[in-house]
């Protein structure tokens, strides 16, 4: 029996940013599979496009939470990022 995803708001951020980019680049699941490939496990691509959080990710959140602090996710172009 396959392991249930375990879903947090954060992730399903994540996984809903991921597809608006796929679909405003025009990448499809096999394309973008293709683009990671020898870089990150497929399978675990497929999660995180799933919203799937992974005990790493919950694990950040929860200690950013007791701080009071927020991670979010914002494009590479964004004005705010400084290189």
């Known amino acids: 029996m396959a ?7 954060l992730s399903q951020s994540i996984a809903n940013e991921i597809a608006r980019q796929m679909r405003e680049q025009h990448i499809g699941a096999m394309k973008l599979e293709r683009m990671l490939d020898g870089k990150v496990n497929m399978y675990t691509v497929r999660r995180i496009r799933k919203g799937s959080s992974g005990c790493i ?3 950040y959140e929860q200690l950013l939470d007791e701080l009071g602090l927020k991670l979010c996710t914002v494009p590479k172009h964004h004005p705010d990022i400084i290189d």
């Open 3 to 9: 392991e249930p995803l375990i879903v947090t708001p």
């Open 57 to 59: 990710l919950r694990s």
